[in-house]
């Protein structure tokens, strides 16, 4: 633990100290992926220990926090779709407005901010996240508006406080940052080089999660399968790469999953694919983006892998592990993308049967190569291109669906169905989701369930009584 973090638990202790008595609500707003999902829950754990609770419902709001995403447009426009209401609630009841994330790295949006929403309290990064209760304090304290954002990559900071989501599933950020420099994202600029943590540190919390009753894992970072690979790895440990990591993540009792997003297929080295195909509790989907099936795009992406290496991978993997299947990430519309390009990518989607793609429009950010680009694709070609490829997606999906029907599946009870009370939901290994009659005592256990109907975006079963 580094000192930071003992001057943070102080800063906590002090708010707390001053809100004691006063039940203050707070709203958390998280808009990006999981890593921001997972800083999110690092966020909530301080703030609860300064003494505020949760709420949903923004007009009862002492504090608000936007965890931002730019990854796309789209995650933007959320953050500035909301801000006006915002505005409203600071007016009427004097809440703190914080705002972190991604976004908040991005210096024209720091100035936009400031010139079109000058009544923020708070903005922090990414690399300063901890720093929240400190600059919490000095806004009560000092009442002066805090920018605590660093273009210096982040220390890892262990021990801070969590208040995670869920019960049964939990999320491990494994590493911060990126070095891949895809031409195309804004990730690289707003996370920072790649810092692995420190092993013995991770298989700790997954302990401590097992032991509170957590049974599966989700293990992050933007390229997991460089995990030990850069930045300052000696550690003191018998974990020397990912490969090893999952093995040990594999022998905590009480886990039954495992999965982790995402591997970056340059990197998917054979000892990954041995110890997946070896540890029973990794679930054997993978998630391997593809981005595009063009050699051609994805040299202008500087994805550094071809088509046919990439398809060569889907094989060995499918050789060496029968039962795998796949899910992945595609963006349409890259620049330069011609519609033969794109043909490549129908035709990659066609050979490996995906049992999810997340389909994206390429999205232009300031500050990277693709950006700079002079052969833009126009909006109507890149909206016709995704819709091609969601028909074919969807095809396959409904068609895969099919083959699941009759089948016995292990599912993952998570709770009850939010849209109807009398039934459960689960989790396939492969991660359909299930939903089935039984009873809540199942919640947290893996039960077999036979599926009876597929319905496009879930499965129905019942439970399998041999
Ligand atoms: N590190 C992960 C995920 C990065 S962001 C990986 O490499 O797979 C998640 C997804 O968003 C990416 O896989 C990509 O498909 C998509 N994405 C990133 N930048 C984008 C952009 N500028 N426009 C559209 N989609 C983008
Ligand atoms: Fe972005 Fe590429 Fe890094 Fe993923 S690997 S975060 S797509 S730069
Ligand atoms: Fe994630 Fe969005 Fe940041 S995808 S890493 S929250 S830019």
């Known amino acids: ?41 690092k966020i909530s754990g301080m703030i609860e220990n300064m003494g505020y609770t949760k709420t949903e419902d923004i007009e009862e709001s002492d504090l608000v926090v936007f965890n931002t995403c730019c990854v796309r447009e789209n995650a933007e426009d959320r953050l500035f779709g909301k801000l006006g ?19 908040m790295q991005e210096k024209h949006i720091v100035e936009k901010m400031k010139q079109s929403y000058p009544f923020f309290d708070i903005i922090f990064g990414t690399h300063t996240l901890h720093k ?8 009560i304290f000092e009442n002066k508006r805090i920018e605590d954002i660093l273009d210096i990559d982040g220390e890892i900071i262990e021990g801070l406080p969590i208040t995670r989501n869920d019960n049964i599933k939990a999320s491990v950020t494994i590493m911060n940052g990126c070095n891949n420099f895809c031409t195309y994202c804004i990730v ?29 894992i989700t293990l992050l970072g933007q390229n997991v399968n460089s995990y030990l690979r850069s930045g300052n790895v000696d550690f003191d440990s018998n974990v020397k790469s990912f490969a090893d990591l999952l093995r040990e993540v594999n022998k905590i009792d009480g886990i039954e999953r495992i999965r982790f997003i995402s591997p970056h297929p340059k990197d998917f080295t054979d000892d990954v694919i041995e110890a997946i195909r070896d540890c029973d509790k990794v679930c054997k989907i993978i998630h391997l983006p593809l981005q595009s099936g063009s050699s051609q795009v994805l040299k202008a992406m ?27 990430d595609i963006i349409v519309g890259f620049p330069g993308e011609t519609q033969e390009n794109f043909e490549d990518t129908l035709d990659v989607v066609r050979k490996v049967h995906f049992e999810q793609v997340y389909m994206f429009i390429y999205s232009r950010r300031v500050g990277t190569p693709g950006d700079r680009m002079e052969n833009q694709i126009p909006e109507k070609v890149k909206h016709t291109r ?81």
Not at 304 to 326: A, G, S
């Open 188 to 216: 690289p600029y707003v996370r920072g080089r790649e810092r692995s943590r420190n092993p013995e540190d991770i298989l700790n919390e997954v302990r401590d999660l097992a032991k509170q009753g957590y049974k599966e």
């Open 386 to 466: 995704f819709d091609e490829l969601k028909e074919l997606v969807e095809g396959q999906i409904s068609e895969n669906n099919q083959k699941y029907v009759g089948t016995i599946q292990k599912v993952l009870v998570e709770g009850v169905s939010k849209t109807n009370s009398e039934l459960l939901t689960g989790r396939t290994d492969s991660n359909k989701v299930v939903n089935f009659y039984g009873s809540e005592e199942l919640i947290g256990n893996v039960v077999e369930i036979k599926i009876i109907s597929e319905h496009m975006w879930y499965l129905k079963g019942e439970i399998n009584r041999r």
């Open 85 to 103: 209401e915002v505005k409203r609630i600071k007016e009427k009841r004097g809440t703190i407005i914080a705002i972190g994330g991604c976004m």
């Open 302 to 328: 500087n994805r550094k892998y071809t088509k046919e290496q990439y398809l060569n991978l889907v094989e060995k993997m499918k050789k060496m592990i029968p039962d795998i299947v796949f899910s992945t």
């Open 132 to 139: 929240f209760p400190k600059d919490l304090y000095t806004k």
């Open 1 to 41: 633990m580094s000192l930071n973090i003992e001057e943070e638990l102080n800063y906590i202790e002090k708010v707390k100290k001053i809100n004691q008595g006063k039940n203050l609500k707070y709203l958390i707003l998280t808009m990006g992926c999981q890593l921001n999902e997972n800083d999110s829950e």
